[in-house]
């Protein structure tokens, strides 16, 4: 599944990195509990958190995250569209609840996959 294909699943808004929406996503995860995201690590994911701080990006980069979903219309600051634009991390935003984002990604056909 591409992050095109996620942004319209979830009518999102891309807020950085409109270029790389073709980047294949092969999982997601979905938390707002950074520790839970790095026992986590699996490449080529998405990451949707209602969490809108640094450590969010920082998380990302550390585990090749190639998306970062905003849920329930979240919006980061610009010093975090910045880092993430400077790291060729997309960011997006979508009015969804965390629970409904991820069903409706794991419906698509994306899954998490067992730990």
Do not use: W
């Amino acid at each position: 599944m591409t992050v095109e294909d996620i942004r319209k699943i979830l009518g999102a808004k891309v807020l950085v990195g409109e270029e790389h929406l073709s980047e294949e996503v092969s999982s997601a995860c979905g938390s707002d509990m950074m520790s839970d995201v790095l026992a986590y690590s699996k490449d080529h994911s998405v990451l949707l958190t209602g969490l809108c701080n640094p450590q969010v990006v920082r998380t990302a980069e550390m585990l090749d995250i190639v998306c970062i979903v905003f849920v329930r219309g979240k919006k980061p600051d610009e010093a975090m569209l910045s880092m993430a634009a400077e790291r060729g991390i997309i960011l997006l935003s979508t009015g969804h609840r965390m629970f409904s984002a991820c069903g409706m990604l794991y419906e698509a056909g994306l899954h998490g996959g067992a730990i």
